[in-house]
């Protein structure tokens, strides 16, 4: 059964524009990670946040994670036409994937 | 160092055959996890294997099994496969130090294995 769900199921935003992902899980995590899918092939790793950690930063990724609340985000900065993609959320023990987040970036 | 790779890249099967698909892990890395992703969804766990041996397992019935050689390339084998396996499969490679448990750290997926099923 799927854990993490992402919010929005779909974001479209302008070249340059920050885009905001959300994600929320429903029991307790070791990390929260995040990746990207091109095209339904193979996945690429964002960035991992442990339950210790409240917010990360990766280049133009910045992520945040509230445990309390059970919920993360993924932010980036000014977006290009190459972040066009699926992001993902996913809770480790056992690597559990929402469903995902489409992100269109229009040049 | 070479990334994790898959084969075939497609396959198309009928009802109630039986499929092996195969997956090479990342040099240096001795966990394999296998992943289901119907289109639209997100990837579905299906087991994870360490060291040739499986050390947790998703919501799959026993007609999903695996198998981890010595050289950490591994195999997923479906047996009477139904219109509903119809899928992205994705292996993903990782490097886990301890013994017991599964690896929760980050995971290097291959490009996946788009199967059939009529």
């Known amino acids: 059964s799927q854990q993490g769900e992402e919010d929005p199921q779909a974001l479209s935003i302008q070249e340059g524009e920050n885009a905001t992902m959300n994600c929320s899980y429903k029991?307790?995590?070791?990390?929260l990670q995040w990746y990207r899918q091109n095209s339904g092939r193979g996945l690429v790793h964002l960035i991992l946040?442990?339950?210790?950690?409240r917010e990360k930063h990766s280049g133009r990724l910045r992520v945040t994670l509230d445990t309390s609340k059970k919920s993360s985000s993924l932010l980036i900065t000014a977006s290009r036409a190459a972040d066009t993609a699926s992001y993902f959320c996913?809770?480790?023990?056992?690597?559990?994937f929402g469903a995902g987040t489409r992100l269109t970036v229009k040049p | 160092e070479t990334g994790v790779t898959q084969s075939p890249t497609h396959l198309i099967k009928t009802r109630g055959q039986q499929v092996t698909l195969r997956c090479s892990s990342q040099?240096?890395?001795?966990?394999v996890s296998w992943y289901q992703q119907a289109l639209g969804q997100g990837p579905q766990f299906i087991f994870q294997?360490?060291?040739?041996?499986?050390?947790g397992r998703g919501n799959f019935p026993p007609r999903f099994s695996g198998l981890q050689f010595p050289n950490y390339s591994s195999e997923l084998n479906v047996n009477a496969l139904e219109l509903d396996d119809s899928a992205l499969y994705l292996c993903?490679?990782?490097?886990?130090?301890?013994?017991?448990?599964?690896?929760?750290?980050?995971?290097?997926f291959g490009p996946g294995t788009r199967l059939t099923v009529l």
């Open positions: 040099s240096g890395h001795n966990t």
């Open positions: 996913a809770t480790a023990p056992y690597m559990r």
């Open positions: 993903a490679s990782s490097y886990f130090p301890l013994a017991g448990g599964v690896s929760t750290d980050t995971q290097y």
């Open positions: 946040i442990r339950s210790n950690e």
């Open positions: 294997y360490y060291r040739e041996e499986e050390n």
């Open positions: 029991t307790s995590i070791n990390n």
